[in-house]
């Protein structure tokens, strides 16, 4: 069955060499277990509900991708939108989650179509080159910022806006080592260097008396508190319609881009460098976010983490599978997740910021036409603590600068209408 399935033999593979990578993926992606129901806590949804729908999303998605699509990549909530969700939308917008959650689910619609109609790949090529690298470095300082100040390592102050925090108590000390023992293990090739770090801080912390004991394993929590709870009707509300452009823009990038270096990883283009079934590969990623909205949880996205599976020599859609059980099995262990202190999380987040930061490299810096849309689009992200602004003041000085340089035969149809969509919202709603 599993010979007809995934064609292991024609991809020169094996069920024990397809599980062994699923089990290498899952656990460089497990972080995201304690991350995101922590990050979605702070936007007011239930800590339990979110586990829940974290593992039961990153089981759907990756299961869809191993079925439909026969490639060896694991799916789950992503960072930087889960950020954007919490931080940006409910606490920096004021929306409820029940309404965030509904425009998380109206972008995955989005995807489904632009998917199903073969316009994603004309869309996410039509968008200028640094207009998407921004977008990823943006997040990134965005989310480093939000991982700071979970730290205490950042904090507020009225006169300078920012300052430095007392890095002195054990909760900001915790979370510098943690730091610096995730870099050391991710250098030194250890696998699941984000988990170990987590489990080491939580564990440290435990020890001292700064997060009370709770067990590992019980049965999972209730879903009801997040099932079904998103506000599709009040996303549809105007002054929301560019939160879901921004959900769609992210989502429509960051899959684009990982899909396309698990592909080179994974030598699965092919002589023209297209990914075959891409459809199928689209299709699985937009039904996943959709489906993780109306579950509780952000966005859901294609792991780059998938690349570590690749390399223990998965190549068929069984790998996603296994990470897809691993997720399912996950689900037993919510008191763990719940014991995991925000001290814990905060330096996985400044991980993931520094990775996402290194965008920054690829912008063309000879061409201050492009750069100077790329870099607003950064400070702004960061400095409004909204990514809907960055990406909206990035596309809107984008256009505006090459039509006043007489450059407005370079500009695309797509990157156009999204800056006339969002500068409508800032001039009428």
């Given at each position: 069955?599993?010979?007809?399935?995934?064609?292991?033999?024609?991809?020169?593979?094996?069920?024990?060499?397809?599980?062994?990578?699923?089990?290498?993926?899952?656990?460089?992606?497990?972080?995201?277990?304690?991350?995101?129901?922590?990050?979605?806590?702070?936007?007011?949804?239930?800590?339990?509900?979110?586990?829940?729908?974290?593992?039961?999303?990153?089981?759907?998605?990756?299961?869809?991708?191993?079925?439909?699509?026969?490639?060896?990549?694991?799916?789950?909530?992503?960072?930087g939108i889960n950020a954007f969700f919490a931080f940006g939308l409910v606490k920096g917008m004021g929306l409820s989650w029940e309404v965030a959650l509904g425009a998380v689910f109206l972008s995955g619609v989005l995807f489904i179509l632009v998917s199903v109609l073969k316009l994603r790949e004309w869309f996410v090529n039509a968008i200028p080159a640094n207009l998407k690298h921004s977008i990823a470095a943006g997040v990134g300082l965005?989310?480093?910022?939000?991982?700071?100040?979970?730290?205490?390592?950042?904090?507020?102050?009225?006169?300078?806006?920012?300052?430095?925090?007392?890095?002195?108590?054990?909760?900001?000390?915790?979370?510098?080592?943690?730091?610096?023992?995730?870099?050391?293990?991710?250098?030194?090739?250890?696998?699941?260097?984000?988990?170990?770090?987590?489990?080491?801080?939580?564990?440290?912390?435990?020890?001292?008396?700064?997060?009370?004991?709770?067990?590992?394993?019980?049965?999972?929590?209730?879903?009801?508190?997040?099932?079904?709870?998103?506000?599709?009707?009040?996303?549809?509300?105007?002054?929301?319609?560019?939160?879901?452009?921004?959900?769609?823009?992210?989502?429509?990038?960051?899959?684009?881009?990982?899909?396309?270096?698990?592909?080179?990883?994974?030598?699965?283009?092919?002589?023209?460098?297209?990914?075959?079934?891409?459809?199928?590969?689209?299709?699985?990623?937009?039904?996943?976010?959709?489906?993780?909205?109306?579950?509780?949880?952000?966005?859901?996205?294609?792991?780059?983490?998938?690349?570590?599976?690749?390399?223990?020599?998965?190549?068929?859609?069984?790998?996603?599978?296994?990470?897809?059980?691993?997720?399912?099995?996950?689900?037993?262990?919510?008191?763990?997740?719940?014991?995991?202190?925000?001290?814990?999380?905060?330096?996985?987040?400044?991980?993931?910021?520094?990775?996402?930061?290194?965008?920054?490299?690829?912008?063309?810096?000879?061409?201050?036409?492009?750069?100077?849309?790329?870099?607003?689009?950064?400070?702004?992200?960061?400095?409004?603590?909204?990514?809907?602004?960055?990406?909206?003041?990035?596309?809107?000085?984008?256009?505006?600068?090459?039509?006043?340089?007489?450059?407005?035969?370079?500009?695309?149809?797509?990157?156009?209408?999204?800056?006339?969509?969002?500068?409508?919202?800032?001039?009428?709603?």
């Amino acid at each position: 069955m599993l010979e007809k399935l995934f064609l292991l033999s024609a991809h020169r593979t094996t069920v024990r060499t397809e599980c062994l990578a699923g089990l290498t993926t899952f656990l460089t992606m497990s972080a995201i277990l304690f991350v995101n129901p922590d990050i979605l806590a702070a936007a007011g949804i239930d800590r339990g509900g979110a586990f829940v729908a974290t593992c039961l999303a990153a089981a759907i998605g990756s299961l869809l991708m191993g079925l439909l699509a026969n490639y060896p990549i694991g799916q789950a909530p992503g960072m930087g939108i889960n950020a954007f969700f919490a931080f940006g939308l409910v606490k920096g917008m004021g929306l409820s989650w029940e309404v965030a959650l509904g425009a998380v689910f109206l972008s995955g619609v989005l995807f489904i179509l632009v998917s199903v109609l073969k316009l994603r790949e004309w869309f996410v090529n039509a968008i200028p080159a640094n207009l998407k690298h921004s977008i990823a470095a943006g997040v990134g300082l965005f989310v480093a910022l939000v991982a700071l100040h979970q730290a205490g390592v950042v904090t507020g102050n009225p006169d300078t806006l920012v300052a430095i925090g007392d890095i002195k108590t054990p909760q900001a000390l915790l979370a510098m080592a943690g730091f610096l023992l995730m870099v050391v293990l991710d250098k030194r090739g250890v696998p699941g260097a984000l988990l170990l770090g987590i489990l080491a801080v939580t564990a440290a912390s435990i020890a001292l008396g700064l997060t009370p004991y709770q067990g590992l394993m019980s049965a999972p929590p209730s879903l009801a508190p997040t099932l079904f709870k998103a506000d599709v009707v009040g996303a549809l509300d105007v002054a929301v319609l560019g939160v879901v452009l921004s959900f769609f823009l992210m989502s429509l990038f960051e899959t684009s881009g990982t899909l396309i270096a698990i592909a080179s990883r994974g030598g699965f283009l092919d002589k023209d460098g297209k990914l075959p079934r891409l459809k199928r590969a689209l299709l699985a990623d937009s039904t996943a976010i959709s489906a993780g909205a109306l579950l509780g949880t952000s966005s859901t996205t294609s792991y780059i983490e998938s690349t570590t599976g690749i390399t223990a020599g998965g190549r068929t859609g069984l790998t996603a599978v296994v990470i897809a059980l691993l997720f399912l099995a996950s689900l037993f262990f919510a008191p763990l997740a719940a014991m995991i202190p925000p001290h814990a999380t905060a330096p996985a987040l400044l991980f993931v910021a520094i990775l996402m930061l290194k965008s920054l490299a690829d912008l063309d810096w000879n061409d201050i036409s492009e750069t100077a849309p790329a870099v607003a689009c950064v400070v702004v992200m960061a400095f409004t603590f909204s990514i809907s602004d960055g990406i909206a003041f990035g596309a809107i000085s984008y256009v505006l600068v090459k039509l006043l340089t007489g450059q407005y035969r370079t500009l695309s149809l797509p990157i156009v209408v999204v800056a006339a969509l969002f500068l409508t919202r800032y001039l009428f709603l």
